[in-house]
């Protein structure tokens, strides 16, 4: 058969069983094939590698997304909470101190009546020694 022939039936299907037997007959043929599967194969392996890299990337990127979205949940919770806190302990210290200079002024207005400090330190719950600074 002639030259033309067989290149036109390797390129028509280079895999099929006529083109084996080309093979056999056509040095040129058989090197373009084994070429051929070379290059295939790199390209598949060079494929498989870049899909690979990229599952790698693509789990990284998803990891480290989760890893940034849980700090700021973390942080926006422990915001809120140290708030929450921070808030009550506030509230807390606030009343007491009010509680204390409510003590204050009216050890001041039972002095200013002249009242015995033993009775305002009785009343107000304050100690003699805080009601004779004042």
């Known amino acids: ?8 039936m390797f390129l028509l299907n280079p895999e099929s069983e006529e083109v084996a037997q080309i093979m056999n007959e056509n040095e040129d043929i058989k090197n373009t094939v084994y070429t051929l599967e070379k290059i295939s194969e790199d390209e598949y392996n060079r494929r498989l590698a870049e899909l690979r ?3 790698i990337r693509d789990e990284l990127t998803q990891y480290n997304s989760g890893v940034r979205a849980g700090k700021a949940e973390g942080f926006k919770a422990g915001l809120e909470e140290g708030l929450e806190k921070g808030l009550k302990q506030g509230i807390e210290q606030g009343l007491e101190k009010g509680k204390e200079q409510g003590k ?4 001041k207005k ?5 009242m015995n400090i033993n009775e305002i ?5 304050l100690s003699i020694e805080e009601i004779k600074k004042l």
């Not at 204050?104 to 050890?107: G, K, L, N, T």
């Not at 039972?110 to 002249?114: E, I, Q, T």
């Open 121 to 125: 330190s009785e009343l107000t719950e």
């Open 53 to 55: 890299e990229k599952a």
């Open 104 to 107: 204050i002024q009216f050890a």
């Open 110 to 114: 039972l002095l200013a009546k002249n």
């Open 1 to 8: 058969e002639s030259l033309l022939y067989q290149w036109m």
